[in-house]
């Protein structure tokens, strides 16, 4: 069982930035590959990134690409997501996630736990 608690979130004006996070309570937290999800109101849950069990490989959405950075570091148990130069379309509940199988990484089904989440707005 792995429980995961984010924080960072808030209202940012466009072009600021802002830095997640996501503790991860146990000792297993190096086996699981690690992703972010947003929601934003209306719309589904959308991939943003992901990054493996030991941190060397990272994957992102094209929307975000050049704009955020996903690193861990498994000795605090922690995973960041580094938001830069912020859009108000990337407004939207932010989740992580622990996948411990990881075949698709940016399938929200395959991930075994959840956060509950945390709000990033974005004003223009």
């Known amino acids: 069982q792995v429980q995961l608690v984010e924080s960072g979130g808030g209202l940012v004006q466009a072009g600021g930035s802002l830095r997640l996070s996501c503790a991860a309570s146990g000792r297993t937290f190096r086996s699981y590959t690690m992703g972010w999800f947003r929601q934003a109101p209306g719309k589904e849950r959308e991939f943003v990134a992901a990054i493996s069990r030991s941190g060397g490989s990272t994957d992102y959405v094209d929307s975000v690409k050049g704009r955020f950075t996903i690193f861990r570091d498994n000795a605090k148990n922690t995973v960041y997501l580094q938001m830069n130069s912020l859009k108000p379309e990337d407004t939207a509940v932010y989740y992580c996630?622990?996948?411990?199988?990881?075949?698709?990484?940016?399938?929200?089904?395959?991930?075994?736990?959840w956060g509950q989440g945390t709000q990033v707005t974005v004003s223009s």
């Open positions: 996630a622990a996948d411990l199988v990881s075949y698709s990484v940016r399938t929200a089904g395959e991930y075994d736990y």
